[in-house]
């Protein structure tokens, strides 16, 4: 099984562009995409940024650090 964040799915889960989850959240547009792309691992990203995008999210920290494997 392929290791995949879950940020890409429930960001388009919400409805969300990469934009507007940036501002909503108060995080860099290009740590979006990193995270997105597997350039970083949100597991080891800050946890203010974690917390920041689960807020915006609307969903438990968890829910982003947990990988997802059926996407």
Do not use: H, W
């Not at 970083?40 to 800050?46: L, R, T």
Request: charged residues 30%.
């Amino acid at each position: 099984m392929e290791y995949k964040s879950s940020l890409k799915f429930m960001r388009e889960d919400k409805g969300m562009t990469q934009s507007e989850l940036a501002k909503k959240a108060r995080v860099s547009l290009r740590s979006i995409q990193s995270y997105e792309q597997g350039f970083k691992d949100i597991n080891k990203g800050n946890v203010l940024t974690v917390l920041r995008l689960s807020e915006a999210l609307e969903c438990d920290i968890y829910d982003i650090l947990n990988p997802r494997t059926d996407i």
